[in-house]
């Protein structure tokens, strides 16, 4: 594509040395530049990319888009923030794929890939092509591997790739995990959304945000420039409920669902045994008993959020009672690995994420027997989550086993250290502390037995662990499958 094709979505720009060469591809790493590249200059929090433009320039690249005029003698596009409008320069790039998709997002704290996954089910159940983007990757259906994200919501340039090829292929609906990152560093600011879906807000990301404020004004933006005739969906028992309904512009079709409040799809009659959920959705005049094969109140809130946005889109209820029922579970999330005793790994690395969990698996714990709960907390994170993570944990379950997570830069000692403050006393009869992950799971099988139930929470599906020095292989399913009998 031309270069002056590509910078036609900017608004404000410079050029030095322009010609209008034939760009092939966008590049923001100098190691990774492909010949007639345009290369992004990006000024992150360690390295800046303005420094490495003379690299990607002798690897092939024929422009640079940058802040700032360099001393090198290619085209250059100058703007005041690469960051910000590296989405319009990538939209351009791919001819603004998202104008040819039914593009869902999914924001909110917790339950953003459950919600993704039971829409692309729903949707695949009425016939039609959905693909998926989120924490655990890419798939152009439910049935396909994922392909490797680095985030859960993409940088422009692999993000309007990717939706290019499903756009391509004929696949005309794609749900997406949006993350509050993504919405306040305008990586999906040239995205056509056709609906939104708000989940929750708790804390989470406040080594970035700073303020829960803050946190509701990027998830917000989502909702905020949604296009005429889009659809936004709420749930109403959130604390941030009003806020966001606030926000959601009038041209825009508002659908609320909950348990507590009178919302448009709401759940009665709510029954949790180890096979599932039984409940009856209530939604226009309309009652429907449901069985899911997903457990836990949180479970629960998700399918009625994916029931609501398929209500939205004008999909039959009875698809998507259909497709929510023979939904099985979604990796790492509530997921089962044993059941005597029974083992649960979950993503839950939240202080709401957490209570939920173990609230879910309280109810599937006999009264003569425990629950015991494995959980560590991440390094170079939110730190005023660890306390309160560990007062849950203490509060909720009958043992509790504080391990590491991704210590990253950080001593995992520390951040034990941190999760203890919030334990009210150090029961060394039911309070455990054992840095190795791998020894902490295998641990639980001398405090167990046959008819407690387990969490192991914080990394659900991830097969990895981030150390100081190194990414390590880790897999919490596998290293509880070789100490319990596996499913």
Known sequence: ????????????????????????????????????????????????????????????????????????????????????????????????????????????????????????????????????????????????????????????????????????????????????????????????????????????????????KNYFKAKAILFENLKDGAFAVINADDEYASDFIAVVPNSVKLLTYGVKKDADVRAEDIDFSVDGAKLTVVFADKKEKMNLHLNGMFSVYNALAAFAAAIAMGIDYRIIIKALENTKSVAGRFEIVSKKPLVIVDYAHTPDGLENVLKAARELTPKTSKLICLFGCG????????????????????????????????????????????????DTQRIFVEPDRGLAIKFLKSISNPEDVIVIAGKGHEDYQILKNETIHFDDREEARKVFAQV
Do not use: W
């Not at 590296?86 to 939209?91: E, L, N, P, T, W």
């Not at 993409?154 to 995990?177: C, T, W, Y």
């Not at 909720?396 to 504080?402: A, E, G, P, Q, T």
């Open 1 to 212: 594509m031309l270069l002056s094709k590509v910078i036609r979505l900017l608004d404000e720009y410079k050029t030095k040395n322009f010609e209008d060469v034939e760009i092939e591809g966008l590049s923001y790493n100098s190691l990774l530049t492909k010949p007639r590249d345009l290369f992004i200059c990006i000024k992150g929090e360690v390295s800046d990319g303005h420094k490495y433009a003379k690299a990607a320039v002798e690897k092939g690249a024929l422009a640079l888009f940058c802040e700032e005029e360099l001393d090198i003698d290619v085209p250059q596009i100058i703007v005041s923030d690469t960051k910000r409008t590296m989405a319009q320069i990538a939209a351009a790039f791919y001819n603004e794929p998202s104008k040819e998709i039914n593009l869902i997002g999914v924001t909110g704290t917790n339950g953003k890939t459950t919600v993704t996954h039971l829409i692309q089910r729903i949707i695949e159940e009425n016939n039609e092509k959905c693909a998926l983007i989120g924490t655990l990757g890419y798939k152009l259906s439910s049935s396909d591997d994922y392909k490797e994200a680095k985030h859960t919501t993409p940088q422009p340039p692999e993000l309007q790739r990717d939706l290019r090829l499903m756009a391509d292929k004929g696949i005309k609906n794609v749900v997406m995990e949006v993350s509050s990152h993504s919405l306040e560093q305008k990586r999906v600011g040239c995205c056509d959304f056709d609906g939104a879906v708000f989940t929750n807000l708790t804390q989470d990301h406040l080594d970035y945000h700073i303020t829960m």
């Open 379 to 426: 390094g170079d994170r939110d730190t005023t989550k660890r306390p309160k993570m560990g007062k849950i944990a203490d509060e909720l379950s009958d043992k509790v086993v504080v391990t590491s997570d991704n210590p990253r830069s950080e001593d995992p000692q520390l951040i034990i250290s941190d999760i203890m403050t919030g334990i009210r006393t150090v």
